[in-house]
């Protein structure tokens, strides 16, 4: 008969490693996927949840496991963490357990760190990403998704957003102002400029297996998100702050779009201006 385990709070369990690990490959193995797909779609995309099945059914062994400790450090080791502890925590709201507090307890007896960037590294990488660099990566492209990058840099979208936004241009796009408002979980899109150079641009459908295949950091010298932050700097430091904000979603929302719309109309010409700029500058 298969034993059933305890992790109440108060219980010695919670130092107890063999135990955790035992009660762990139980509930692995008895797993209802469905329970668990369900409730990571509760609060995560649907990317999100994939992958994290994914790496829970093909690496969730690995948890309370040695293979877990001598896996190499890299990104991918970050996301089959994040997928146990998702392990963990669905197990710990299912059966009212602390398995999740002992998965942390253990990483940390075993000297397991996520895989995160310093603070320190993240801003030494934006600092160092000049625009000019960046510029003349894109043009170096040999492939149409050029363009889209330039997209990017020019809208400060987030990816997802970008891929969004540039297969329904047509649709979206109203005199050169690209109306979004959308919402997803903690992130917002507003409303983005749309620049002459890539408004004739849009002829050709993108997926994101398009985008991250041909615009790897091999090819543009950083990761597609840095270009966010260039724009970001850009629009703050040359145009308005409160408006850079705003196109970036961190401020205001669809409720506030009657103050923010009309500041973005005030502040159309200068900004094709700026980008104008930019552009000729570096890309002649």
């Not at 107890?16 to 409730?39: G, I, K, S, V």
């Not at 309370?64 to 001598?70: A, E, R």
């Not at 103050?259 to 159309?268: K, S």
């Not at 094709?272 to 890309?283: F, K, P, R």
């Amino acid at each position: 008969m298969m034993l059933e385990y305890s992790l109440e709070p108060n219980s010695p369990l919670r130092a107890n490693f063999e135990e955790a690990t035992a009660y762990y490959r139980f509930r692995l193995a008895t797993m209802d996927w469905q329970e668990f797909e369900d409730w990571l779609n509760s609060k995560n995309t649907e990317k999100y949840t994939k992958q994290m099945i994914d790496y829970a059914k093909k690496y969730g062994e690995m948890g309370f496991d040695f293979k877990l400790v001598s896996y190499p450090k890299i990104r991918k080791k970050n996301d089959i963490l994040k997928s146990i502890a998702n392990v963990c925590r669905f197990i710990d709201i299912r059966y009212d357990t602390v398995l999740h507090e002992a998965f942390k307890k253990w990483l940390k007896k075993k000297e397991i760190k996520w895989n995160v960037k310093s603070h320190s590294e993240n801003y030494a990488i934006a600092k160092n990403l000049s625009i000019p660099n960046v510029l003349d990566n894109i043009e170096k492209i040999n492939h149409k998704t050029s363009d889209f990058a330039k997209f990017v840099l020019i809208t400060g979208l987030r990816t997802e957003e970008a891929i969004r936004a540039w297969n329904h241009h047509d649709e979206i796009c109203k005199d050169g102002v690209m109306e979004l408002f959308w919402n997803r979980n903690t992130k917002n899109a507003n409303a983005v400029f749309c620049h002459e150079s890539i408004h004739h641009t849009h002829k050709f459908h993108l997926t994101q297996k398009n985008v991250y295949r041909h615009l790897a950091k091999e090819f543009l010298g950083c990761e597609l998100r840095f270009l966010r932050k260039v724009n970001y700097t850009i629009n703050s430091t040359k145009i308005d702050p409160l408006l850079a904000e705003f196109m970036q979603g961190r401020r205001g929302n669809v409720s506030q779009k009657h103050y923010y719309l009309p500041l973005m109309q005030n502040n159309q010409r200068k900004w094709n201006m700026v980008w104008n700029d930019v552009l000729i500058s570096h890309l002649k």
